[in-house]
């Protein structure tokens, strides 16, 4: 019988190659895309998963009020971790690490110059117990104290090979900074799905009496503290005496009421409030939105077999009518239609896993991700495989087969059995409204997005962004130079010699930066405290960024502070009216008490997703770590190649590196710009396979209609009023499905976009436009099949049977 039935399917796509085509193919797509999907949100899914005791390991976080209601920080005061060790015997290990991304990492050699490496991923200063907590193997070396001895450093296989060329490395060099450390251990590499990226571990020790000398009053958000609780210890217990742990530390210095709360290592990655050592979030809401687009084109894709199996369902209708005739029984005819829907749904997995593969090839350089199809050793896939086969199976097959199986023999044999007269005629119009809600829904949520991400690309930030080149200051100077000299005032100098280059300035940061640093200050004579960012700048800050003073002047040439800048933010804060009532008043800031000199404009010194907080700058010599460079874009790579040759003449033992700052605003917005691009892409499916649905319906209507139109022709019927006919239904459907989706929209995309404090609004226009754009996509779709057949010759047409 299998046989039997498997030589019917197999004729019967042969025999309507078209319907066939139309149905591998839209399935084919629907599953490539969930399959790329599947593959994608369960690597975000699986970070830090693997851990052992991952039940058990938590993050000690800060929260306090800020201005704008609450600040949120994973970086805990450095004396923080002996101070919760000794209060709190239900932590098992409390471990803490200081990351630093971005560092140099110098290979001393024994002749010659010594090897330099720039490393992204950075290096972390981490405690031995760190290896207790987490699972990180160390394969060689010391598996006990790896880190307690001070500049003792273990480095992964990754980076032995990296540097050395072998994995033996115990006991050899490495330098960071101006420290070397001795490898006293080699560990295994980190795995991509980690928060904890470390490939170079440095003993905390080396440097814990420098961190801790700032006592409870300095936070850094790379500055980490993690516990393992005790087996059977309930971590409630823990988090109730938190409150008094904070007043025994902080006591009635707690201006800002900070409190520290505990984070399980399972919300790590998906708290955005929260950074990790990757720097990179991704938030539970974002991977349920990826999953219902993986179930909208899977759906959207059984919906176009639905429709084309019920509608072609007449043509079989004698085949039903015999073998019922011939004692078929219901189950049977049901078995060999869900049978024929099975066999296309594998030749459609099978195209789909080849196409997917070719999908990861562009998906993973674009995400910097290294997914991968193994059909080898990937349980997990063939699972999905499994699920998606019988899933799609069940999905696409079973009402189509209920309905061909359900007709009345006698019917069917005498070829009374119309499209309208069965329920299928219905449920494809449900379906097609269905396709069309998720079509507009897709359209409007992907104008939504671009609209946001040309708002942040086109927003005006408050200060200058184009053609403006940071380089680092990698060392650290200090006022008052014995000899009097300063290398980064020197190169300042240097730079501005250059021709094409206009300004130059030294600062801590940009004007806009993911490096924020924060303090409080007071206003002499008043013991109110408050919120600020502060920024460390010299004079010629304001004019390389065009920052518009509204009151005072600006900073004078100074390595140390003699007054402060304040934007308007601050002003408000203080709740004066005017920006000049400020000047002239002292604040107390960061142990010095100095009169404000002057008020800029508010600027954006965070991404658009925060609001502008008040901010402080003042001269200090010893915070520059950037030099900023405005440069004449017609020339800049020459300038580039000069800059580059007096930078390494100041600094040679540094590898040099820029950026252009427009180039780092961008970054902000990396994960909205690629998912934005991202579901462009799936949105184009998604109506791509729509696309087939309706040309394969709009084809059999014509079909159908066939004799019906070649009569009106001869009755005068005009080609425009045939194919209004045609579109007329379609349109219908359509406003229907559009109704649902702009309901939908309004409220998934309002929700999103309260994420940005600056935002767009999801108008008239977004609805105007989708509903446009779903028009003409169907418009195109079904009036190329209808013009098509209005044109036909209508002789033709009366003949045809």
């Known amino acids: 019988m299998f046989r039997n039935y498997l030589k019917t399917a197999l004729r019967n796509l042969l025999r309507e190659k078209g319907t066939a085509s139309l149905n591998i193919a839209g399935l084919t797509l629907g599953i490539t895309c969930s399959l790329v999907l599947f593959l994608l949100i369960r690597h975000l899914s699986s970070f830090d998963t693997f851990h052992e005791n991952k039940d058990r390991i938590y993050r000690i976080v800060s929260e306090s009020d800020g201005n704008n209601g609450k600040d949120y920080t994973p970086g805990v005061p450095t004396v923080l971790p002996e101070a919760f060790r000794l209060d709190f015997p239900e932590a098992q290990e409390v471990t803490f690490a200081s990351y630093r991304a971005g560092a140099m990492v110098v290979i001393p050699t024994s002749a010659g110059e010594p090897k330099k490496y720039e490393e992204e991923a950075g290096v972390v200063f981490a405690q031995s117990n760190f290896f207790k907590i987490f699972d990180r193997n160390i394969v060689s070396g010391d598996r006990e104290k790896p880190l307690d001895d001070p500049n003792s450093a273990v480095i992964s296989e990754k980076l032995a090979m990296k540097y050395f060329g072998r994995t033996d490395v115990v006991g050899e060099i490495v330098k960071h900074d101006t420290t070397e450390f001795k490898i006293s251990a080699v560990m295994e590499t980190s795995p991509p799905n980690t928060d904890f990226p470390f490939e170079l571990m440095l003993s905390y020790r080396s440097i814990q009496s420098a961190k801790e000398k700032d006592g409870w009053g300095s936070i850094n958000s790379d500055d980490q503290c993690y516990i393992l609780l005790k087996p059977g210890e309930k971590i409630a217990t823990l988090e109730a005496r938190i409150p008094a742990f904070v007043e025994k530390n902080l006591g009635k210095d707690n201006y800002d009421h900070r409190t520290f709360v505990m984070q399980p290592l399972a919300e790590l990655h998906y708290d955005g409030r929260f950074e990790t050592f990757t720097y990179n979030t991704v938030s539970r809401e974002m991977l349920t939105a990826l999953s219902v687009i ?126 309208k007269n069965t329920s299928g005629f219905f449920l494809r119009r449900s379906l097609v409204v269905v396709q069309f809600i998720i079509s507009q829904f897709l359209i409007m949520a992907t104008i939504v997005l671009v609209m946001q991400m040309n708002y942040f690309s086109k927003k005006e930030l408050g200060f200058r962004k184009d053609a403006i080149l940071l380089l680092p200051i990698p060392e650290t100077e200090q006022p008052g130079q014995p000899d009097g000299s300063s290398k980064m005032k020197t190169l300042r100098e240097t730079f501005l010699s250059y021709t094409g280059i206009e300004e130059v300035s030294l600062s801590s940061t940009p004007p806009s930066s993911g490096s924020v640093s924060s303090t409080d200050f007071l206003v002499e004579g008043s013991d109110q405290r408050y919120e600020t960012q502060i920024k460390q700048v010299d004079h010629n800050y304001f004019n390389l960024y065009d920052l518009k003073l509204v009151a005072g002047r600006p900073l004078t040439d100074s390595d140390t502070a003699n007054g402060f800048v304040v934007n308007e933010e601050l002003v408000k804060v203080l709740e004066l009216k005017n920006p000049e009532d400020i000047l002239g008043k002292n604040l107390k800031l960061g142990g010095r008490t100095l009169p ?41 790579q020459d300038v580039i190649g000069k800059v580059q040759k007096s930078w390494e003449a100041a600094y040679p033992q540094y590898i040099f590196s820029y ?13 909205e710009g690629k998912m934005s691009i991202l579901l462009s892409i799936f949105t184009s499916i998604a109506i791509f396979i729509g696309c087939l649905g309706l040309f394969g319906l709009a084809t059999f209507m014509a079909n159908q209609k066939r004799k019906e139109i070649g009569m009106r022709k001869v009755l005068g019927a005009s080609v425009e009023r045939i194919v209004f006919m045609f579109t007329s239904e379609f349109v219908r459907l359509m406003l229907l499905g559009f109704v649902v989706a702009g309901v939908v929209t309004w409220f998934v995309m309002s929700a999103y976009l309260k994420e940005f404090e600056y935002r767009v609004e999801v108008g008239p226009m977004v609805f105007i436009a989708g509903f446009v754009v779903t028009l003409l996509i169907a418009a195109i779709t079904v009036g190329y099949r209808s013009l098509k057949a209005a044109n036909a010759d209508p002789v033709k047409s009366l003949k045809y049977e």
Not at 369 to 376: A, C, I, R, V
Not at 659 to 671: A, K, N, S
Request: with cysteine; glycine share 6%.
């Open 294 to 419: 993986a179930i909208f084109l899977i759906v959207t894709a059984c919906i176009n077999f639905i429709n084309l199996s019920t509608a072609e369902a007449i043509k079989r209708s004698k085949e039903v009518g015999i073998r019922k005739s011939l004692g078929s029984s219901k189950i049977q005819l049901v078995s060999q239609f869900l049978g024929e829907t099975t066999l296309v749904t594998t030749i459609a997995i099978a195209f789909a896993l080849g196409f997917a593969q070719l999908a990861l090839s562009f998906l993973n350089p674009f995400l910097e991700l290294n997914l991968s199809l193994n059909l080898l050793g990937d349980g997990q896939l063939w699972l999905f495989l499994l699920a998606m086969l019988m899933l799609v199976s069940l999905l696409a097959g079973l009402y189509p087969s209920f309905v061909v199986s359900g007709y009345n023999p006698v019917v069917a044999l005498k070829n009374q059995i119309s499209n």
């Open 596 to 636: 404000v000199v002057g008020v800029v404009q508010n600027f954006h010194t965070v991404s658009l997703r925060g609001r502008i907080e008040p901010v402080v700058m003042f001269s200090r010599i010893r915070g520059y770590h950037t030099m900023s460079l405005k440069v004449n874009q017609a020339n800049y």
């Open 659 to 671: 950026q252009f700052l427009d180039e780092h605003i961008r970054e902000f917005y990396d994960g």
